[in-house]
């Protein structure tokens, strides 16, 4: 496989339900994201990690919770979520360089519909 | 005032036409810009990005930077049906800074 992976790639749960998300690069890069785009609002970073390390949470509550065991595997585990949570969950990954000008390869998305 | 705003459209430009998408930010100290397209239903896919002032062109996409304006506009030459889609700015202040998305322009063109 290229490029950046996740599944599953929909994704129906009720919100007493514990599901994950799982994404996976095949590009050799350091870095890895999450993020939220929900209808007529722009993406929405939920968590950076570099070199496995999380380096970013923008305000995401606690329902959300991410897990990098490698630079090449990211998770989000979801636990009682929202109606509102329902969005496309994006990940990303990216070679940071430290010049600031890396690139973000985009996977194909969850569609999570919550009930 | 939003960090990166750009114009929800939609814009409609007939086939064969230039399309021109513009974005501006706020932040004066943002240093990487970038264009992503995204089709109904699927993933952003990178355009192209342009980190110093004035045109970058790659086959019939042209970006132009103008950061004394805070300006990033993305030209379409000889738009086609194909290039219907949501087009995302994005902006990175500095080296390991995240990217900030516009909301994103539709385009629509018509055969």
């Known amino acids: 496989e290229t490029g950046v992976t996740q599944t599953p790639r929909h994704l129906v749960m009720g919100m007493t339900n514990k599901k994950s998300l799982k994404c996976e690069q095949h590009?050799?890069?350091?870095?890895m994201y999450w993020y939220k785009q929900s209808a007529k609002k722009p993406l929405e970073l939920m968590f950076v990690?570099?070199?496995?390390?999380?380096?970013e949470n923008n305000s995401v509550p606690s329902r959300f919770s991410p897990e990098c065991p490698n630079s090449s595997h990211l998770f989000l585990h979801l636990h009682t979520l929202q109606p509102e949570d329902s969005a496309l969950y994006l990940c990303?990954?990216?070679?940071?360089?430290?010049?600031?000008?890396?690139?973000?390869?985009f996977g194909p998305g969850t569609r999570l519909l919550v009930l | 005032q939003k960090e990166v705003e750009q114009n929800s459209g939609p814009l409609s430009v007939p086939e064969g036409a230039i399309a021109s998408l513009n974005c501006t930010y706020s932040?004066?100290?943002?240093?990487?810009f970038f264009w992503y397209r995204q089709y109904s239903g699927k993933s952003p896919e990178l355009i192209m990005f342009?980190?110093?002032?004035g045109d970058k062109e790659d086959g019939r996409f042209t970006a132009q930077l103008n950061k004394a304006s805070q300006y990033v506009s993305l030209l379409i030459r000889d738009s086609q049906p194909s290039d219907s889609a949501t087009y995302l700015c994005a902006v990175r202040r500095n080296q390991g800074g995240k990217l900030i998305f516009g909301q994103g322009t539709e385009l629509s063109v018509k055969p």
């Open positions: 932040d004066r100290g943002s240093q990487s």
């Open positions: 342009i980190y110093s002032n």
């Open positions: 590009l050799g890069h350091n870095a």
């Open positions: 990303a990954s990216s070679q940071v360089t430290g010049n600031g000008q890396e690139t973000q390869y």
């Open positions: 990690y570099n070199f496995k390390e999380q380096t």
